[in-house]
């Protein structure tokens, strides 16, 4: 089995809410890490990325660290590679500035990915594919495609400074994949109005999976996730508790819990269940600092009883979640 994932590899400058600063590469590397430490041995990870020509061999290293990725689709390119720094105002808000956007990939490049048992796309700089790209490429796969909002919602000026837009072309990019994914504040600037609530989030879900793909995941920090998704026609909807963890780092969270529920979707095929597993995975990854090392959230699915025990009865029969009124 091979799963691929596309997006921006870059350099974080992080200072940490506690004012300790930390560099390390990130962008898709939080999902190569955050896959590396819960898939079993024979699975491979495919990054298909452009890489800067100033940090590409440096890269080509770091990732020899993670089991069973396969490099050779990383394009080297002219150029510096991105380089983000984000400062963190408490545990979850952080201010972000970013210089040197990665150059969307070539349709050869992308197509790299096709033969994939499932393709991650994560827009870590919102300019990784252009929506034509994107299109060719789900026509060519027959793996589960999910895909991660991130900075489909953002600009950044010459800078680097940031600035939020609406994500008003979602539908046009929904329509191609198996899941979305997006935080509550993308969330807001996909649907275009603010969200203060959980009826508010209902309400912004119900419209993103009606004109949407099939699945819907909007995650909520430290209020857990809201999952939408249809079975048999009809739309359901399921709140997801985050798990009771003392939270350390929040960086790569997001990133943590697409990788755990793409990992548990393709084992079971059940949202539901996916949704409990990525929380755990997620939920695993507050309590590190770093990338990677998420080892305890190894079989997250089997975890599900000593995490959700309220749940576990429930998901295990494979419950789809409350129904969603039309």
């Not at 949407?212 to 920090?221: A, E, K, N």
């Not at 780092?249 to 095929?269: E, I, N, V």
């Not at 998420?294 to 079989?299: I, Q, T, V």
């Amino acid at each position: 089995m091979t799963i691929s994932v596309i997006g921006a590899i870059v350099y974080d400058e992080i200072i940490t809410h506690k004012g300790e600063r930390r560099e390390s590469f990130g962008g898709i590397t939080y999902n190569i890490a955050a896959l590396s430490s819960i898939l079993p041995p024979d699975v491979t990870i495919h990054p298909v990325s452009n890489v800067a020509e100033d940090r590409y061999y440096e890269v080509l290293a770091m990732l020899k660290e993670y089991p069973a990725v396969d490099t050779r689709d990383l394009v080297k390119t002219p150029g510096r590679l991105t380089h983000t720094k984000l400062v963190y105002r408490s545990i979850t808000y952080r201010d972000e500035a970013v210089l040197d956007l990665m150059r969307p990939l070539s349709l050869e490049a992308a197509l790299k990915a096709a033969d994939s048992d499932a393709i991650l796309i994560n827009f870590i700089n919102g300019t990784e594919l252009t929506l034509d790209v994107m299109a060719a490429l789900c026509g060519k796969t027959k793996g589960f495609v999910q895909l991660d909002v991130h900075s489909k919602v953002s600009r950044w000026d010459a800078a680097g400074h940031k600035s939020q837009v609406r994500f008003a072309d979602w539908r046009e990019w929904g329509r191609h994949v198996d899941a979305i994914q997006m935080n509550e504040f993308e969330a807001g600037l996909t649907v275009g109005r603010e969200l203060k609530d959980r009826d508010d989030f209902v309400a912004a879900g119900r419209e993103i999976l009606a004109e949407g793909p099939p699945i819907v995941i909007i995650t909520l920090g430290p209020q857990g996730s809201l999952l939408f998704h249809r079975r048999d026609g009809k739309p359901y909807c399921f709140a997801c508790p985050a798990i009771n963890v003392e939270a350390v780092d929040t960086t790569g969270c997001g990133d943590s819990y697409s990788a755990g529920f793409l990992w548990s979707y393709l084992q079971r095929k059940d949202p539901v269940a996916a949704a409990c597993a990525a929380n755990i995975v997620g939920g695993i990854n507050c309590t590190t600092s770093g990338i990677g090392h998420l080892e305890a959230a190894r079989g997250a699915l089997d975890q599900i009883p000593k995490w959700y025990p309220d749940l576990a009865d429930r998901v295990a029969s494979g419950w789809p979640g409350e129904p969603l009124s039309p």
